[in-house]
């Protein structure tokens, strides 16, 4: 199966940069897509497409892809901010995949 | 645009339940669905898939054999999942959700609420 691994958690004060990044072998050839779910809810896609952001979607939420790396940035953090992330690929060998989860912590 | 799941519920090791996802809002036969599940605590896992027209489906090795998607494309608009011989290992909620293509891709753009399984003695 493709594994894609996340660091568990981030924190981040408010107003700054939190950096949630995902591993996976040669993710750089694959679009990445990443998920925010907050406590008690289901989860609202946030980049899709490696950059590209759904409609309603801040600014502030942005993504980039390479290598073995691809990397969720939130810019000027919120509160609201707070939650889990997971990263999510699609590949032809093992359908769907998803990150091991990122708790950011807003401080 | 909406999906609402329903079925969950407390059962048995070895017994089965079916889960059901109305679709509202949107055009549900044109749609590529899916179902994810999430452990207590844990993360997200994708489990099954269906295409729009319910010509082929996808499981993850965890459930191959034992669940089994399908869709009614009629004016119920619904999406269901019949679990089978179920374990403790399969107790989580459950979400169906909406897949959108891009190029090559599918990424999930409209996730119900969820409902939970617990499988228990």
């Known amino acids: 199966s493709y594994v894609l691994t996340q660091p568990p958690s981030v924190s981040v004060a408010p107003g700054q940069t939190a950096s949630i990044t995902c591993g996976g072998n040669n993710i750089g050839t694959k679009a990445v897509h990443w998920y925010q779910q907050k406590p008690g809810q289901a989860p609202v896609v946030v980049v899709y497409d490696d950059s590209d952001r759904p409609s309603g979607i801040p600014e502030r939420f942005s993504g980039s892809n390479s290598g073995n790396t691809a990397t969720l940035t939130i810019s000027r953090v919120e509160a609201g901010d707070e939650a889990d992330y997971y990263c999510q690929v699609w590949d032809v060998n093992t359908d769907h995949a998803f990150g091991t989860g990122t708790k950011v912590t807003v401080l | 645009e909406q999906l609402v799941e329903s079925g969950g519920g407390l059962v048995k090791p070895g017994e089965s339940l079916r889960l059901s996802c109305a679709a509202s809002?949107?055009?549900?036969?044109?749609?590529?669905m899916h179902w994810i599940r999430q452990a207590p605590g844990k993360g997200l896992e994708w489990i099954s898939s269906?295409?729009?027209?319910?010509?082929?489906?996808?499981y993850a090795d965890s459930v191959k054999g034992r669940f089994t998607i399908s869709r009614d494309s009629s004016a119920k608009s619904s999406l269901f999942l019949q679990m089978n011989n179920l374990t403790a290992a399969d107790t989580a909620i459950y979400y169906c959700a909406r897949g959108s293509e891009t190029g090559s891709t599918t990424y999930f753009d409209l996730w119900g609420q969820g409902t939970l399984v617990t499988v228990s003695s």
């Open positions: 809002g949107f055009t549900f036969s044109d749609s590529y």
């Open positions: 269906i295409t729009s027209s319910a010509s082929s489906t996808f």
